[in-house]
C-alpha cells in the first residue's frame, strides 16, 4: 500500500546517527573499545541482584511482576528521596519525584513538556548524545554555550540569553550536567554553579540538570560535588538521577525530582509513553538500597574507576604529540580530546579501528553546524592494559596523520 | 522563581483522569475490585523468573544488566518472530521488528510517528484507555466508530471516511483492538477483518492492530483469531503485541511489527524515548520463550481465565434486571455493560465502593463528548467466589437505583 502523507512533522528531527554506522564499524570481536559510555561490565552486581530476588515473598514477587502506578514504587521513591536530601543536600520542600525508564525518558518527558516547534535549549559545548538526540526529537532548536575548565562560561551564557531575547526566542530550559560531563569530562566549578543558578532566576528559565555521574569522583568529597539543585530554593531546577551507573543500566531506572506542579504534569504525561516503569526493576532497585548495598557498590567503583581515569591520563601524557590537547577529569567515565588543527576524526576513527581500536568522534556530541576537531574516551568499561594499549595506538595513528 | 510561557501547546492534550481518582477511592483493604485490566496476581510465573535468573551465566548476566540495543535483544527479536509466524500465521516478508517498554510505549512511538496536532485517529466506540490517552498526548483528533457483537461496523466506518475525505481531515491510522477488545469483550469477525484490511488499502490509511489478548480465546482455536495482519500482503498493518499478560507486565515488554521503513523510524524514535528496553526483562522473556514456558503458561491460563470469564456471565444472568446488558466475551479479561437508560454510572459506582465493590466507568474509555451507560468489569484478577460477590451485589444497586 502507498501511504501518503505518512508520518509526522517531527521526524525532520530524527537524525539517522552517524556515530551508529560508525560504532558498527566497531563492533568486531577483539576490539579495544574506548567508546561506548558504559559502566564496567565485569563488576555489574549481579550477585546482589540475584541474592535480592531469591529473598522474595510471594507478596513481594506480585509487587515486581504486576503493573505499579506511574509515578513509581513508592517505597522506592521514599529511598531515593532520604538519599538524596542526605548525600546530595537537596530539600525536598514543595518538591516532588517521579521514576523514570532511565535518564532518556526523564529527556524525552522533559522535551515534550516544554518544548513547542522551534523552542530553544540551552546546551553546553559538547553536550550529552541522548539529551541532544531528544531535543531535537520535540523539534527544539539548539544554542550552544561555551565552557572551559570550569564549566560553563556564565559570561557567554549571559551573551546569549540577552541576544536571544532580542530576537524574542523562547528559550525554554537550560540542559547541563555538572559532574563530569559527559562528554568533556568537565566539572561546574561550585561558584560557576550559583552564578548559573543567579542567572536561569533573573531570565525566569528552568535548568534541567543531569547527574549521573555525581558519585563517582575521585577527589575530595561529595560536598564537592553537590548539585545546582542542592542551592534551588525556588524550583528552578529539575535534577535527573539514574540508576544506571550505581546498579545497571540494563534495568533502565531513572528518576526527575522538581516542583509538584511539575512533577504533576510529567505524571501524566508519563501515563501515555510506557505506563509504568518496569516494577521489577524498582524492586531490585528499593532492595538494593534498602541493604546498603549501593553505599558499599559505589566506594567500590569509585576506586576502579579512578584507577582507569589515572591510566587513561598517564597514557595521554606518555603517547599524545604535545598539538593534542584533553581534559582532565575529577569524576566519571570520559576524557575529551582536541586533535591537531585540521585533523579529521572520522578519518581517525577509520585508521584506528583497522588497527582494533574504537572510541566516539566528536559531532555526536555537537548541535548541527559545529565544526568538529573532538574525541571523545571512555574509559570505564575496559581494562588499564587495554586503556594504555588502546591510547597508544590512537596516538601513534594522530602522529601517523599529522 | 516565576517560569514564563513553561509548558508546550501540547500539555492540552493530557487530561487528568478522573478515573485515577475514582480509583483512589477504591483502593482501600478488602475490597472486590472488577477494576484494573490486570493478569492474575496469584498466577504470575515467579517461579520460572527466578529459576531463569538462577541459571544465568556471567556472560548472560552482563547481557541482562548492561545496556542494549535500541532495537532489541537479537535473539529475543528472532524467538518473537519464530512464534508470530508460527501462531499468528503473520509473514515477515518486507516486515521488521522492534522491542517496546510495554505496548503503551508502542502506542507512543506510533502517536508521535504520525500525528501532527489536529490529525485524525479513527477508534472504536469503546476503545482502550491508554492509547486514547497517547492519541490525545500527541495531539491527535478522535473519529469513533460503531460496533456491534461482531466488532467494527464496517458500513460506518466507510461513511466516517468519507465524510471526513469531504472535509480535508487526514485520517493517520485506524486503531483496533480486534481480539477481546478492551474493554469491550467483543472480537471482530474474520470477515470483518478482511474487509476493514480492504477498505484500509482503498483509502491509504494504515491500520494499528493492538493484540494483547489474542492468546486467551476460550472457544475455538488460535486460526479464529488470527489478526489482520496474517491477511495483509501489503504493509497496511502495523501489529502490536506485549508479554503483559503471558508472563508479566512488571517487567514491560511489547513489541511492533510493521514495515521495515517504519520500524526503521520507529528505532530512531525510541533512541530518544529511553535508549532501550530494559535488557534484564528481555533475557528473562527470552529464556521463558526458549525454554516453551510461555506455551505451557498459555495454555493453563486460559482454562483459569476461562473459568472467570463463565462466572462472570453466569453471574450476570443470575443477577442483572433485564435492563441491563452485556457483551459475551470469546476470551480476554472484559465484560462491557451498558446500564439501563438514564443510570448514572458515576453514581453507581460510588455505591458500590460503599459497599466495598469497585469497577470501571465507561468514560474512561470513550472519546470526549460521547454520552457514557457503560460500565467495563473485569474477571482477569480476582476470585469465582469475588466475581459472583461482585455483580450480586452490582446488580443489587443497580435495583435500587432504578
Known amino acids: ?50 541474592e535480592i530476588i531469591n529473598q522474595w515473598s510471594d507478596k513481594r514477587a506480585i509487587d515486581a511482576l504486576q503493573y505499579g502506578a506511574t509515578k513509581g514504587f513508592t517505597s522506592l521513591l521514599e529511598k531515593i528521596k532520604e538519599r538524596i536530601v542526605e548525600k546530595k543536600g537537596i530539600s525536598m520542600e514543595g518538591q516532588d519525584i517521579i521514576i523514570t525508564t532511565g535518564s532518556q525518558q526523564a529527556l524525552a518527558l522533559v522535551s515534550k513538556l516544554f518544548l513547542n516547534p522551534g523552542d530553544t535549549v540551552i546546551v553546553e559545548i559538547p553536550s550529552f548524545i541522548g539529551a541532544i538526540a531528544a531535543f531535537y526529537s520535540f523539534m527544539g532548536v539548539l544554542e550552544g554555550v561555551e565552557v572551559d575548565e570550569k564549566g560553563i562560561i556564565i559570561e557567554d551564557l549571559e551573551k546569549k540569553l540577552e ?42 528559565i528552568p535548568i534541567v540538570e543531569d547527574d549521573p555521574y555525581g558519585d563517582f569522583y575521585f577527589t575530595g568529597d561529595e560536598n564537592d560535588y553537590r548539585p545546582i539543585k542542592s542551592l534551588d530554593d525556588s524550583g528552578t531546577v529539575l535534577y535527573l538521577g539514574t540508576f544506571s551507573k550505581v546498579l545497571s543500566p540494563g534495568i533502565r531506572l531513572g528518576w526527575i525530582i522538581a516542583r509538584e506542579d511539575i512533577i504533576a504534569k510529567l505524571e501524566l504525561q508519563k501515563q501515555s509513553f510506557d505506563a509504568c516503569t518496569p516494577l521489577l526493576s524498582q524492586v531490585i532497585a528499593e532492595d538494593y538500597m534498602k541493604r546498603g548495598y549501593i553505599e558499599s557498590y559505589i566506594v567500590k567503583m569509585r576506586k576502579i574507576y579512578k584507577t582507569k581515569r589515572d591510566a587513561a591520563l598517564k597514557a595521554l601524557e606518555r603517547y599524545m604529540p604535545p598539538e593534542v590537547k584533553w581534559t582532565k577529569p575529577e569524576g566519571g567515565f570520559f576524557v575529551w580530546v582536541t586533535l591537531p588543527e585540521g585533523m579529521d576524526p572520522e578519518e581517525l576513527f ?29 574509559y570505564s568499561n575496559i581494562s588499564v592494559e587495554d586503556i594504555d594499549k588502546g591510547i597508544r595506538i590512537i596516538a601513534e595513528t594522530i602522529r601517523e596523520m599529522m
Open 1 to 50: 500500500m502507498e501511504i501518503k502523507g505518512l508520518y509526522a512533522d517531527s521526524i525532520k528531527g530524527l537524525k539517522s546517527s552517524k556515530i551508529r554506522e560508525l560504532m558498527k564499524m566497531a563492533s568486531k570481536p577483539g576490539i579495544i573499545s574506548l567508546g561506548g559510555g558504559m559502566p564496567d561490565s565485569v563488576n555489574l552486581p549481579f550477585d546482589s541482584v540475584k
Open 350 to 378: 577509520k585508521r584506528t579501528v583497522e588497527k582494533n581500536v574504537a572510541f566516539v568522534t566528536g559531532d555526536a556530541f555537537l548541535p548541527e553546524n559545529y565544526k568538529n576537531r573532538y574525541i571523545r574516551l571512555s
Open 163 to 204: 541576544h536571544l531575547k532580542k530576537l524574542g526566542k523562547e528559550v525554554k530550559f537550560i540542559y547541563t550536567i555538572p559532574n563530569f560531563n559527559n562528554p568533556s569530562g568537565i566539572t561546574l566549578s561550585m561558584d560557576r554553579r550559583k552564578r548559573l543558578l543567579e542567572v536561569a532566576n533573573r531570565y525566569g
